[in-house]
């Protein structure tokens, strides 16, 4: 075949696409249940609002993002992530004068040139939830609780939930040189990544996954232990407020995220078994980034959550995905004549709320029932010349083998009672 869909997309075919909606209604339903309201910023932005906020020397925009010149000489960047730009609308229209914290959720596309695997696509969707204006370690426990609570309602079992506290600038100021001080005398052994990191983001030294890299991990400062007294009572706040809700936690003491903007508290979602492509939900604080948009000092908080993640990880813990429902009724029209009163009846029983379709083509009754079988109706209802004389329709059971007649005006109702659209489902 000449085309294929690019190198790490894919299609969502119907049966996927069915099991995604249902994710993305139990997500939503939550979200909104806590207040989180829906948004949909568009697919693109100035490229330089994700090098301000994301950080200009971060994986994802130096590697990763997907920039281009439009016609008009515009640089735009379609979206490696949704936080920028839900804190970009947020300032544009006003949201700062509106009661605090406004609260948002969204369902997005994400586009990063990654290495393509399982789990990790250059396209790939994220539901996220966003709450911008209060800073209170009950709304870090109420916006990781959502996270939480998302992926126990969906039926994923076996997830453990880490938190950490990274600080802010005025925190890493009293703990970066430490670190780098433990970093230093390895320098050499450290893979090309890490030396890059020990200038740029000394702090992501402590998350490399490379083998070779580990054994200077151990042993690392933390910085736990280099939070002032305010961070870190934020830090214990959301601890508390956690386990007053019940929601299990573990500090990660080493987690820190692939973004320049997040301070203070970070966490991560992922299975208790899961490799390094199994983070589910990742989020955290980000209390600098709005004023680095041009907005007065605003806190915030939110995390991602990838929707095909979740979907393979349901898959891996045995939970078969419901396919696509067929639909309930096929109408068979048997000679030309019949096929005028079949399309009627198609019609009806689709304003009834009952999903109907025409058998098409001029093809044997034969053929037409072994067509309706294929598709998975439940019922097909024969429209021949002999039934238009008498008034009714064949109506076969297909599930149970049973037919009879049924008057023409008197189908819609009957179907309705058997199959509800949502019935077979
Ligand atoms: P990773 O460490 O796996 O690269 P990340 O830190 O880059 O993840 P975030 O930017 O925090 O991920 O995105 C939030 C969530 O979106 C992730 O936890 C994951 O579920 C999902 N995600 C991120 N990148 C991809 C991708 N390339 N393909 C599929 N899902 C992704
Ligand atoms: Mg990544």
Redesign the pocket.
Known sequence: MKYQAPRGTHDVLPDEFVVRRDLVATAERLAELAGYQPIEPPTFEDADLFVRSVGAGTD?VEKEMYVFEDRGGDRLALRP?GTASVCRAYLQHGFANRPQPAKFHYVLP?F?Y?RPQA???RQ?T?FGAEAIGVRDPALDAEVIELGWRITEEVGLRDLRLGINSIGDAEDRAGYVPVLREHFAPHLEALCADCRQRYQRAPMRLLDCKQESCRPYQSGAPLIRDHLRPESRAHYEGVQERLQALAIPFEEWSTLV???DYYTHTVF?IAPANGG??A????GGRYDGLIELLGGRPTPGIGF???L??LALNLQAQGQAPEPAAPLPALVIPVGAEAVTRASQLAADLRRAGVGATLAFGDRSLKAQLRHADHTGARFALIVGERELRAGVAEVRDLRRGEQRSVALDAVVEELRRAAPYTESK
């Open positions: 994802i992530e994400i990063r990654e789990g990790r696509y790939h994220q995220r692939g973004l991560e390094s492509q983070t589910i939900v990742a991602g959550m990838g095909e993640r």
